[in-house]
């Protein structure tokens, strides 16, 4: 396995998105958490479709938004799901308590057994894990090339 660290990646196209996605994802095992944050239309569930292909899981995986949480279960026995969730519907809710939502989805009841992969999550997820990988993307305003920053905070 990789050394899990910290890093900074320009991509160009979809395709490198997807690569890094599933570069990390390769890092990742049962109980993990990854944080995706940065602006609509950055790459975050195109991140997220590299991960779920390192993981090998079942797909499609496509923006859980409207349902917050897609289950991807794992094709070999033994090897951790993929929990995506879409937290962006709820942001823009002041009435919602983010954390009370994000904690009826149980995500820490399935972590034994899954990788949980959070989008709009930064300041609430991080909480699920004491292992936990934060990628933040960007997308210049000039431009389609994406910037990942990513952290792994681990005990």
């Not at 570069?23 to 975050?44: E, M, N």
């Amino acid at each position: 396995m990789t050394e899990r660290g910290s890093g900074t990646a320009q991509l160009p196209t979809a395709e490198d998105t997807v690569a890094l996605g599933a570069r990390l994802g390769a890092q990742l095992r049962a109980g993990d958490v990854v944080v995706l944050s940065g602006p609509l239309g950055a790459g975050k569930t195109v991140l997220a479709k590299g991960i779920a292909e390192a993981l090998d899981v079942d797909g499609p995986v496509i923006s859980p938004t409207f349902v917050l949480a897609r289950v991807h279960r794992a094709r070999n026995p033994g090897a951790p799901a993929m929990i995506h969730v879409d937290l962006y519907r709820l942001l823009d809710q002041p009435a919602v308590d983010l954390l009370g939502e994000l904690d009826s989805l149980d995500l820490d009841t399935d972590l034994e057994d899954a990788v949980v992969v959070v989008e709009w999550g930064e300041g609430l997820a991080e909480r699920l894990s004491d292992s936990h990988l934060d990628v933040r993307l960007e997308r210049g305003s000039d431009s389609e090339v994406r910037t990942a920053v990513w952290d792994w905070s681990t005990p």
